[in-house]
């Protein structure tokens, strides 16, 4: 990762060469680098096109003196002047805005005490909380691109800038939401590690901009810039204003993207797994192997998110104590009602007391988070947020017991297991697994998110009703559970309807 004031990546001649053969620079290019570093793509397109016409700006004055050999380099900071402004050209020929902008954040500069810092511009026009919470702290290679776009956009041009695939799809949702005039676009993946020792998922990223034609919003992917002649591998981009993964997909199954009929819900977070998590052997013992006697009401059987994704959601292998039914809750009382369980914690408070998480300060001692009524249901339907497969488990009692979720799924309660089955067997259909791959960005840390599976209304998927209460039922009988046919057939198109009053607790 950069590791100076200027957060900057080198861009090696080879990367830089394929890029611009990519664009299909001609003979007669503009080419613009800002940033330009050394100027490997000012080298470049002297390589690919020998008779174009190029320009550099690099605040560096010594890396400014070694890109000069390849065009005319300006040494000036970007961010204070616009960028059309920078360039006097000889020739008329198509303009080409080129280049790999510091992939770094403002908030990572600061930290480095650098000058070279965008000024506090809120283009995106954040506020309140998102603000509070970071998302007004944009990446530096996104500020340059959207710059770029927005300073040159009254012309004809393409850009092709090397970045995060996360900024290519910021940029491009931003874009749409002003209504830049782009009429193509591509991202063609590249191996950042091999080629910047960055662990992250970047591309070659590629606009065309005419404000004569009707904008696109849609970006075709390839998997690799030195085979862009390989089929893409499908578009992401702006749908109906919405920000989707896969257009192709989400436009077949578009109308059941809106709202969930039921609250999507985390699973419990303690922040102590030494402490709070213990092994079902199936005395609950600790990762050490001492084996405890704990008032049974504060003990459950716990599953976690890989358990779920690999199918051991039917295997109890964990406990886990829940100090206080839900969050906020007095815990003091413990001592008495459950002086054994207040033992074990008191013996592990410099644990407990040292979570760093400020979600426990001024809260009742040995807190956790994350939980409710929801969490003691018989019933729930859970789904990993950190596995890039969306694959929902009906969830039963274990040992007779609810079972708790850890706060790396999602569930949703239930307490009628047809109701249940019949939730599960369509959050399995295809056409669910369809929407959800349409939206989901799969590099993302965590690819399921509460938000997106709040978008899922499952009573608009155009799933076949005969199909779905069949496997339902075998899903049904899988588990042991009881099954009414007849009521699982009004459930379809009308699930949630009774949610609020029946699962009020919740």
Not at 185 to 202: L, S, T
Not at 359 to 371: A, E
Not at 458 to 484: Q, R
Request: net charge negative; charged share 20%.
């Amino acid at each position: 990762m950069p590791n100076n004031e200027f957060g900057d990546f080198q861009t090696p001649l080879g990367l830089a060469t394929q890029c611009l053969k990519v664009l299909g620079l001609p003979e007669n290019a503009r080419v613009f680098e800002p940033t330009c570093g050394l100027g490997a793509f000012l080298e470049a397109a002297a390589e690919v096109s020998p008779a174009s016409e190029r320009f550099g700006v690099e605040i560096n004055a010594e890396y400014a003196a070694g890109a000069s050999q390849w065009g005319k380099v300006t040494t000036a900071n970007v961010f204070q002047f616009a960028l059309p402004d920078a360039a006097t050209w000889e020739t008329d020929g198509p303009l080409f805005v080129v280049g790999n902008p510091p992939w770094v954040t403002a908030a990572e500069l600061k930290r480095m005490d650098s000058d070279n810092v965008p000024p506090k511009e809120n283009i995106k026009k954040v506020k309140g909380l998102d603000a509070l919470l970071g998302s007004s702290n944009f990446d530096v290679c996104e500020y340059i691109i959207l710059k770029a776009l927005r300073e040159f956009s009254s012309q004809p041009f393409v850009l092709g800038m090397l970045c995060k695939t996360q900024v290519a799809r910021n940029v491009i949702d931003y874009a749409a939401s002003i209504a830049l005039p782009i009429a193509n676009a591509a991202v063609y993946r590249i191996d950042a590690m091999r080629w910047f020792d960055a662990a992250v998922d970047a591309c070659w990223f590629t606009i065309e901009v005419n404000p004569a034609v009707e904008p696109n919003y849609t970006v075709a992917m390839y998997e690799d810039v030195f085979k862009p002649e390989a089929p893409s591998t499908g578009r992401f981009g702006v749908v109906d204003s919405l920000l989707v993964a896969n257009v192709d997909k989400y436009i077949a199954v578009r109308e059941a993207d809106g709202k969930s009929p039921y609250v999507w819900r985390s699973g419990m977070k303690h922040d102590a797994s030494s402490v709070f998590e213990l092994v079902a052997t199936p005395q609950p013992t600790t990762k050490a192997g001492q084996q405890l006697d704990l008032e049974p009401e504060y003990v459950f059987p716990l599953l976690k998110c890989t358990d779920v994704f690999r199918g051991r959601h039917r295997e109890h292998t964990k406990w886990v104590i829940v100090p206080q039914m839900e969050f906020g809750a007095a815990t003091n009382h413990l001592e008495t009602t459950a002086p054994r369980l207040w033992s074990y914690l008191e013996s592990n408070a410099a644990a407990i007391d040292g979570r760093k998480s400020s979600i426990y300060r001024n809260r009742p001692r040995f807190s956790v988070f994350g939980h409710g009524a929801y969490t003691f249901a018989p019933y729930k339907i859970a789904i990993s947020g950190l596995h890039k497969e969306p694959i929902f488990r009906l969830i039963a009692p274990l040992n007779n017991q609810p079972v708790v979720l850890d706060d790396t799924c999602y569930l949703l309660p239930f307490e009628d297991p047809t109701e249940a089955v019949v939730v599960a067997s369509i959050l399995n259909s295809p056409q669910c697994i369809a929407l959800i791959e349409s939206l989901v960005f799969w590099d993302s840390k965590r690819p399921i998110t509460k938000k997106l599976l709040s978008r899922i209304d499952i009573n608009k998927l155009p799933v076949d009703a005969e199909t779905i209460i069949a496997n339902a039922a075998d899903l049904a009988e899988e588990y042991g559970l009881s099954f009414d046919s007849a009521k699982a057939s009004s459930l379809i198109g009308r699930l949630g309807e009774q949610a609020e009053s029946e699962l009020a607790l919740f």
